[in-house]
C-alpha cells in the first residue's frame, strides 16, 4: 500500500492569512494526488485533482503543486469558511489511500 | 447534476452483516468506478472498495474476505455488504463515483453522498 503523510496534523491561522499544507506518499505516484475538504458533519469536497488542477466552483485561491512524491496544498487569504479539515488522497494505485487529515482551526 | 445517497440500516449487530445501497441519481451509473468509503467517528478517510458498472471488482485487503460490492444497472443502485461486524466498524459510510477526463492523469472521488453512520453495537 502507498502510505500518504500530511503535515502538519493541526494547524492555526487567522483569517486573511496563507497557509500550506504538505503531503508525501511512500512512493512515487507522478501527479496522481487529490485534495479534499471535509467540513464537521458534512462530505469531503473535491478541491484540486491531478495535483494541481482546480475543480469547479472552487475559489482561485486554493492550489496545489507537485509530483513524484511531495505534494502541497495552498490556501491564500484564509476565508471564515476554509476552516475545515484537510485530505490527501492518491489514485496511482489500489488500495486508494488518504492522508491522515491536516485541522485548520481559526486563531 | 448527478447524486448519490446512502441507505440502510443504522445499527447493526457484532458479527452480523452490513448492507448498504447506495442510489444514482441525475445521470447512469453506467461507464463509471463506483466506490465505498468509511470513516469512523473523529477519524480519517478508508477506502473499502470499488465496482465499475460492468460489475468488476476491486477491495481493499484491510476488508476483504468479509467485503462484497455489487452494482443493480437497471435500479442505478450499487451496493456494500460487510460481513462478520465489530464495533471498528462502527463509521460514516460514503459512496462516491470516481471521475477522470482525458486531460490529466488518474481519477479522483466526486461527487460523493453525504454519508450514513453506521452503529456496531448489541
Known amino acids: 500500500d502507498i502510505q500518504m503523510t500530511q503535515s502538519p496534523s493541526s494547524l492555526s491561522a487567522s483569517v486573511g492569512d496563507r497557509v500550506t499544507i504538505t503531503c508525501r506518499a511512500s512512493?512515487?505516484?507522478?501527479?496522481?494526488l487529490n485534495w479534499y475538504q471535509q467540513r464537521p458533519g458534512k462530505a469531503p469536497k473535491l478541491l484540486i485533482y491531478?495535483?494541481?488542477s482546480l475543480q469547479s466552483g472552487v475559489p482561485s485561491r486554493f492550489s496545489g503543486t507537485g509530483s513524484g512524491t511531495d505534494f502541497t496544498l495552498t490556501i491564500t487569504s484564509l476565508q471564515p469558511e476554509d476552516f475545515a479539515t484537510y485530505y490527501c488522497?492518491?489514485?496511482?494505485?489500489?488500495?486508494?489511500?488518504f492522508g491522515q487529515g491536516t485541522k485548520l482551526e481559526i486563531k | 447534476q448527478v447524486q448519490l445517497q446512502e441507505s440502510g440500516p443504522g445499527l447493526v449487530k457484532p458479527s452480523e452483516t452490513l448492507s448498504l445501497t447506495c442510489t444514482v441519481s441525475?445521470?447512469?451509473?453506467?461507464?463509471?468506478?463506483w466506490s465505498w468509503i468509511r470513516q469512523p467517528p473523529g477519524k480519517g478517510l478508508e477506502w473499502i472498495g470499488y465496482?465499475?458498472?460492468?460489475?468488476?471488482?476491486n477491495y481493499n485487503p484491510s476488508v476483504k474476505g468479509r467485503v462484497t460490492i455489487s452494482v443493480d444497472t437497471s435500479k442505478n443502485q450499487f451496493s456494500l455488504k460487510l460481513r462478520s461486524v465489530t464495533a471498528a466498524d462502527t463509521a460514516v459510510y460514503y459512496c462516491?463515483?470516481?471521475?477522470?477526463?482525458?486531460?490529466?492523469?488518474?481519477?479522483?472521488?466526486?461527487?460523493w453522498g453525504q454519508g450514513t453512520l453506521v452503529t456496531v453495537s448489541p
Open positions: 488522497q492518491q489514485s496511482y494505485s489500489t488500495p486508494r489511500t
Open positions: 462516491a463515483r470516481h471521475t477522470r477526463n482525458a486531460m490529466v492523469t488518474g481519477d479522483w472521488f466526486d461527487p
Open positions: 441525475g445521470g447512469s451509473i453506467s461507464s463509471y468506478f
Open positions: 465496482i465499475y458498472y460492468s460489475g468488476s471488482t
Open positions: 491531478a495535483a494541481s
Open positions: 512512493q512515487s505516484i507522478s501527479t496522481y
